[in-house]
């Protein structure tokens, strides 16, 4: 099985390409979904004990989390530290499922992709890019988006530059939605006609 990772800065239409490989019935598995599960439930105790008050009523109070882990780099890496463990587990089980059922490939969907180190765990890395000033459209169209907001979570993440320089596959999502598909219909067919050796891999070695 041919292990993809998909990413792709903040609106950079990394959702569209997401949904669009599910239309064409390849399995995804959506980390930032993932983890807004951990804060529901798995992750709750552990994140209350490292940043007390952030909870209510069994769940992550995200906004409350987010003020405290703001500027805070040494916060920041202490949550990472407890989040994705987590998520690598549930990414590889999902992973194991998909191969067992016969499936010639798979897609991880992970935003930090780069950021995290998860390339090593993944065949072949697709990023999502566009203009700046059509990534700023987008984002700031967004409910409860300000330009302060935006620039923090830019900040976390690669230049769009680097990203592009890193990946294998690039796709300009920058015009139409129907311009995207089109280059994704491509990518898929010459996908699924290759093979994968990461799955041999993180069964030896999961981080």
């Known amino acids: 099985m041919l292990v993809v990772g998909l990413t792709g800065g903040i609106g950079m239409g990394k959702s569209s390409a997401a949904a669009r490989f599910r239309h064409h019935g390849v399995p995804v598995f959506d980390a930032d979904a993932y983890v807004h599960q951990l804060y529901e439930r798995a992750a709750v105790p552990a994140i209350e004990q490292a940043f007390p008050g952030t909870t209510r009523d069994g769940h992550v109070?995200?906004?409350?989390?987010?003020?405290?882990?703001?500027g805070r780099p040494e916060s920041l890496k202490a949550l990472e530290a407890i989040v994705h463990p987590l998520v690598v587990e549930a990414e590889i089980d999902f992973l194991c499922r998909q191969e067992a059922e016969g499936e010639p490939l798979a897609v991880l969907e992970i935003p930090l992709l780069f950021e995290t180190g998860a390339e090593k765990r993944v065949?072949?890395?697709?990023?999502?890019?566009?203009?700046?000033?059509v990534q700023e459209t987008r984002v700031l169209a967004r409910p409860a988006m300000s330009a302060q907001k935006f620039e923090a979570l830019r900040a976390r993440q690669l230049s769009d530059a680097a990203r592009r320089g890193r990946a294998d596959h690039v796709l300009e999502s920058g015009s139409t939605l129907e311009n995207l598909h089109g280059q994704l219909d491509?990518?898929?067919?010459s996908l699924r006609l290759q093979d994968g050796t990461v799955?041999?891999?993180?069964?030896?070695?999961?981080?």
Do not use: C, Q
């Open 61 to 70: 109070d995200r906004t409350l989390l987010a003020r405290d882990v703001a």
């Open 123 to 133: 065949d072949v890395t697709v990023t999502v890019s566009a203009p700046e000033t």
């Open 186 to 189: 491509a990518l898929i067919e």
């Open 199 to 207: 799955m041999e891999r993180l069964r030896r070695s999961p981080a």
